[in-house]
């Protein structure tokens, strides 16, 4: 709760940029609208909730003595204050993000949100932390249970139709997903969390070009949020899917090289795709290593984690990939949703990457093979986590072992039947038939 005015308009700033993904210069940004909330009311609870999210992120309290005080902090402010029982709940789920029980967190979110379904906040943080545990249903399910509490009048309203755009897509319905990707964009055409939800369709469905259509006739839409570099991502994916190499290798000199801040799981999955399909792409794993590099030491999701070993693997750092393995193989044994998902799937996929980059492509399939249906868990959507699909396709074809040449063309069948309209399915199918290794080297 909090008397100053100026303390409500900024949480109602910072808020929107979250939701909407963008920065406002008008208030400084996020954290500039953070600031004056603070500085407005340094009591207001809710300003140390929506601070320690940012601050947090998947950080465990257990490696940050400074955080692990604030989230104290923000505890005992919480029992001394005269707050509402909602911020109360609020405090409660900061609480269980801290402890990295992120599910503990989403309980408390939808907990709320049956008492206050037109509370945004629990509906965003509910879906980024969905959609970072794998859950499509739940992230799904959440924003149509409170859609019917809206009314279009309300602040922030067509958000929520990107959102169950995006929900919809990631649990395969793409009909729906498009109708509400458009009602979406028809209320807010700058709404890029409705828009990549859209491309999440296109992509799915094979229609690369009304993809590369769709987002160059809208750029000026777009080019100014936090998502803009995915988006662009998506781009270079319907470029790469036509094998247009040299247009997806474009973006990546355009949109990520020598960039600080980005979300690393774009440009290391680009490029490794690209070597996938046999593309030389110079020194830019060079390059994706030095984004990655100020990162290797964190454990915050298995999903980042993944990201991070192939800018090691990629820029032929042996000595960083050591490093990761074992600070992977020691952060399963920490408590937390991210330790359990690591020990499960992160470290059979991590060890797989390493030994198709050895060259021991049978091992590698091994070792995927097994966990191909639970990699899901680490979180990311089904374009994302289509790379592993590839990876075990690819090293399957490689393989030695005709059992594992077999697999690759049994799952090129099965990855047609979902997909038709896939020229890369195509090439890999060509490839997958020959005796040899086909374009593979």
Avoid at 112 to 127: F, G
Wanted: glycine share 6%.
């Amino acid at each position: 709760s909090t008397t100053s005015n100026e303390a409500c308009k900024m949480y109602d700033a910072t808020v929107t940029q979250l939701v909407g993904w963008y920065q406002e210069d008008s208030v400084g940004g996020m954290e500039g609208s953070l600031d004056k909330m603070k500085q407005a009311d340094p009591n207001f609870v809710m300003a140390k909730v929506l601070s320690l999210w940012f601050q947090l992120g998947g950080k465990s309290t257990s490696r940050d003595e400074k955080l692990k005080k604030e989230v104290e902090d923000l505890v005992k402010s919480a029992q001394q204050n005269n707050l509402t029982s909602r911020e109360k709940q609020h405090v409660g789920a900061m609480q269980q993000w801290a402890d990295r029980d992120w599910p503990g967190a989403c309980a408390v979110w939808e907990d709320i949100l049956l008492e206050h379904p037109t509370d945004m906040l629990a509906v965003k943080l509910s879906q980024m932390a969905y959609f970072g545990l794998g859950y499509r249903e739940r992230m799904r399910d959440s924003v149509l249970r409170v859609l019917p509490a809206w009314k279009p009048s309300m602040p922030l309203y067509g958000y929520l139709h990107g959102m169950e755009a995006f929900g919809f897509v990631q649990t395969n319905f793409y009909r729906q997903a498009e109708q509400a990707g458009q009602k979406a964009l028809s209320l807010n055409p700058r709404d890029i969390w409705a828009r990549h939800a859209l491309c999440h369709v296109m992509e799915m469905e094979g229609r690369q070009q009304e993809g590369i259509n769709f987002l160059s006739n809208s750029v000026n839409d777009w080019n100014r949020h936090t998502l803009t570099g995915h988006c662009y991502w998506h781009w270079a994916l319907y470029h790469m899917e036509k094998g247009d190499y040299h247009a997806a290798l474009d973006i990546y000199d355009t949109q990520y090289r020598g960039r600080q801040g980005l979300y690393l799981a774009d440009p290391t999955s680009l490029l490794f795709r690209l070597n996938m399909e046999g593309v030389d792409v110079a020194d830019r794993w060079d390059d994706t290593y030095a984004m990655c590099k100020p990162f290797l030491d964190e454990r915050l999701t298995v999903f980042q984690d993944v990201h991070l070993l192939l800018s090691c693997l990629g820029a032929k750092q042996q000595d960083s990939t050591k490093k990761m393995m074992e600070s992977l193989r020691t952060f399963v044994s920490e408590e937390g949703t991210q330790s359990a998902v690591a020990k499960q799937v992160g470290i059979p996929v991590c060890e797989a990457l390493v030994a198709y980059d050895e060259g021991d492509y049978a091992r590698a399939v091994d070792l995927m093979a097994p966990v191909r249906y639970q990699v899901g868990s680490i979180g990311g959507s089904k374009a994302q986590l289509d790379l592993f699909h590839l990876f075990l396709i690819n090293a399957a074809i490689r393989s030695s072992k005709t059992q594992h040449q077999q697999l690759a063309r049994f799952l090129l069948a099965e990855r047609k039947a979902l997909k038709d309209h896939s020229p890369m399915t195509d090439r890999l199918m060509a490839a997958a038939a020959l005796p040899s290794k086909g374009q593979f080297k």
